[in-house]
């Protein structure tokens, strides 16, 4: 093994010396209007402990109900991701104690769950669609919330809880390391921030992580290329945001294969990404984890989905982004590349949608809103949703510019000014003056003008140097306010010369 001397040189090296197989278990918080077994709101703005009842604070006697709406987004989701749905599926009590768990144990999915066998395609390192496996997806229940009091956690002498969260839905998707596994940080990237772009089209998750509505936990292991059989496995839990997830698989794999270099053993075990150190650290090992001890809910029946339910949930599936990609390119000749980002999120795809009918010209529109209208977003710190500009007054001065009514650049200023004061763009091309001039009497007379002005430079191009015209051009462009149709301006110059 030759020594290297860069950290990226030291990755290629690895990369080569072992392969790294990762696998996700996500939990996705449901964008529910009520609790999975009560009536409670689903509202994570509450004030504390504003939305509880004796079910979700698991008061003795208190019978749970299931959410019908919880069962659908779960089945929409495993539709989404390829999975099987099964006609029978029942909830299981997962036994644990934790001072934010009132029941002694978590309403979970354990033999049956409602989706199995799942995949999402994601692109592979090799450039070709992969289709990362799915086990399987099942429905359960959030746990409240430990508020620590003040101080850190170590050294405040009380604790709150928020019961809000309790019983809030959740899909668990779990990945499977025996199909398609994920082999690298950067598919591991890929894959989830499609999971999370999927989630939040098909409108079940908002999927914020820094809300905790997405979280995730990450099984990583390593062995020799072409080896058969998996080596042991580190899981990391709950990491925060996709760039905590990526450094923490970037260190996990570092720190395996450092073992193996050095002929000693991987343990299996949990581990925590220490947010402040960037490193994971021991958790529990495997004679630790625990043992929930699962059983079938007496609580609740069994659960039939009937083939007409199923059905139905996938007639009502949305277009998922993959097909956006396909259409856009397909029926509208938009480039792969910007078909993508503008499949992004689903409100900016719905805006564009919107603008098509109305638009001459797809391709200036795809423009329009990657270079321009993103622009002015950022600049506002706004998303889509709170975009001040509609589709129709948008459509209408891409139509402005691709007529020739007014030049791009005027255009641009007109945007600025939608976007400031929401007036329509036809008031404010008028109120500026920025129609494009196009009338050959009064173009000529500007060019003439600017040849008078600028004599020596007029000199020099009938000596026979070219280049200069382009300065010539442009101080007619000034002139005129940016309004002069350039090519236009740039033929008249080049037949007085
Ligand atoms: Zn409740
Ligand atoms: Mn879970």
Known sequence: MPVTSSGRQEQRVRDMEYEVIICFEVHAELGTKTKLFCGCRNDPAAPPNANICPVCTGQPGALPVLNRRAVEYCVRAGLALNCDINAGSRFARKNYFYPDLPKGYQISQYERPFCENGWLEIEGDDGRPYPVGIRRIHLEEDAGKLVHGAGSFETADFSLVDFNRASVPLIEIVGDHTRNPLRSVREARAFLEKMQQILRYIGVSDCSMEKGQLRCDVNVSIRPPGEPGFGNRSEIKNMASFRFVTEALEHEIERQAGLLRSGRPVVQETRLFDEERRITLPMRSKEDAPDYRYF??????????????????????????????????????????????????????????????????????????????????????????????????????????????????????????????????????????????????????????????????????????????????????????????????????????
């Open 296 to 497: 079938p809910d007496p609580d609740l029946v069994e659960i039939q989905l009937d083939r007409e339910t199923v059905e139905a949930v996938g007639r009502a599936m949305p277009e998922l982004p993959d097909q956006r990609v396909s259409r856009l390119v397909r029926d509208l000749d938009i480039p792969r590349e910007e078909a993508a980002v503008l499949t992004r999120d689903r409100a900016v795809s719905d805006f564009f949608d919107r603008c098509t009918p109305l638009c001459e010209d797809a391709t200036r529109l795809s423009r329009w809103i990657i270079k321009d209208l993103f622009r002015l977003l950022n600049q506002a710190g706004l998303d889509m949703p709170g975009c001040p500009i509609g589709p129709e007054p948008f459509s209408r001065l891409v139509n402005l510019v691709a007529g020739g009514e007014v030049t791009e650049q005027a255009a641009r200023s007109v945007l600025d000014d939608m976007f400031r004061t929401g007036k329509p763009p036809d008031v404010l091309v008028e109120e500026k003056g920025l129609r494009s001039i196009r009338d050959e009497k009064t173009l000529a007379r500007m060019v003439d003008e600017v040849l008078a002005e600028h004599p020596g430079v007029a000199a020099e191009i009938r000596g026979g140097r070219v280049e200069p015209i382009n300065f010539l051009v442009g101080m007619v462009m000034k002139k005129s306010s940016g309004r002069a149709d350039a090519a236009r301006v740039r033929e008249l110059l080049k037949e007085r010369l």
